[in-house]
């Protein structure tokens, strides 16, 4: 049998081992995510550069809050590619109150589908593309002007802004929740009608230990996932549990295809082994993202050699634990790819 990459990735996603893993890597594009011509043409040049199995596409970290009213300067990134922010759209309970069910296809959200829309005419029907979904609680919370505390960044419980909103303003954070829920479902079933052919649904740290409790994330981010990753319909789903102690055993029960997390972070499972409590969903990772930009290529070829050696005889998808650095080298995104083939 001659593999196709659609063939490689239906058949991971359906709990089966394929020839070969198949293997990604996403980056940020800084000075090119507002305008969906040039998003679509870096996105494109990247795959041809490095001849991925499938496209996770990486848009703007911030345009999931754009269509409630956050703004961001695109002049001016930060050191972790993120542009400036000028002003959040939640600064107060009645704030949070104006937060309303929008159209899919609303500001931002349009202009993704239209880059979308650009990658799947350029690339045609046999890349496999993922268009990228943030979890309900992870808006919410950029929208009242706080950062979702993935990776390994520090995130006190204490600092949460959404907590005296949960004590405080139940009724009024649910219903901001189910809004925000209801237009990023909208905006996933526009995704699958533009071309995606599945979802990569980011949680954001939001399933950190420690973070919200978990009576907490159950009430407050379970049901707004669910009610979003139904959106997919048969499409399937990857979903990313970010950062340190991401708990990638709660969403065993998630209807997803894939599960991603970070093994080498604290406080996290390794992949080998995962069989025992994943069931038929399909594993992802084995490379540390942080390698990346650092000269690394070596040590990324040594841990991506490694995690396809062990898990050669099951659904598993090679790729760095979360996006690369902007500045990763050639050399090191090269190897990646080659491992895949090892």
């Known amino acids: 049998m001659s593999w196709t990459k659609q063939d490689r990735i239906k058949a991971v996603l359906s709990g089966e081992a394929a020839d070969r893993p198949p293997v990604t890597a996403y980056r940020h594009f800084p000075g090119m995510e507002y305008e969906p011509k ?182 407050f981010t379970v049901p707004y996932d669910k009610l979003v990753l139904e959106a997919a319909g048969e499409k399937p789903v990857i979903l990313h549990t970010c950062g340190i102690y991401g708990n990638p055993e709660r969403f065993t029960d998630y209807p997803i295809q894939g599960l991603h997390w970070a093994e080498s972070a604290p406080g996290n499972p390794p992949i080998t082994g995962s069989e025992a409590w994943l069931g038929g969903i399909a594993a992802m990772g084995g490379v540390d993202e942080r390698l990346f930009g650092t000269g690394a290529a070596d040590r990324i070829a040594t841990m991506a050699g490694r995690s396809v050696a062990e898990n050669r005889h099951r659904p598993f998808l090679l790729a760095p634990e979360c996006t690369v650095d902007a500045s990763s080298f050639p050399e090191e995104l090269k190897a990646l790819r080659a491992a895949a083939e090892g």
């Open 38 to 219: 040039k998003i679509a043409q870096a996105m494109v040049q990247f795959q041809e550069e490095y001849d991925w199995d499938w496209m996770k596409i990486n848009s703007s970290a911030v345009y999931y809050y754009e269509p409630w009213g956050n703004r961001y300067d695109y002049e001016n990134y930060n050191a972790s590619h993120v542009p400036t922010k000028l002003d959040c759209a939640i600064h107060s309970p009645a704030d949070m109150e104006k937060i309303e069910e929008l159209p899919g296809d609303t500001d931002s959200f349009g202009r993704q589908l239209e880059a979308l829309r650009l990658i799947r005419g350029q690339v045609g029907l046999e890349l496999p593309l993922f268009q990228s979904v943030y979890a309900p609680i992870a808006v919410l919370l950029n929208l009242c002007g706080d950062r979702s505390p993935g990776r390994y960044r520090e995130s006190p419980r204490q600092e949460c802004v959404l907590l005296d909103y949960f004590r405080e303003h139940k009724e009024t954070t649910h219903r901001a929740l189910e809004n925000i829920a209801r237009t990023l479902a909208s905006y996933t079933e526009l995704c699958v009608k533009s071309g995606a052919d599945g979802i990569f649904f980011a949680e954001m740290g939001l399933a950190r230990e420690g973070y919200l409790t978990l009576e907490e994330w159950k009430e």
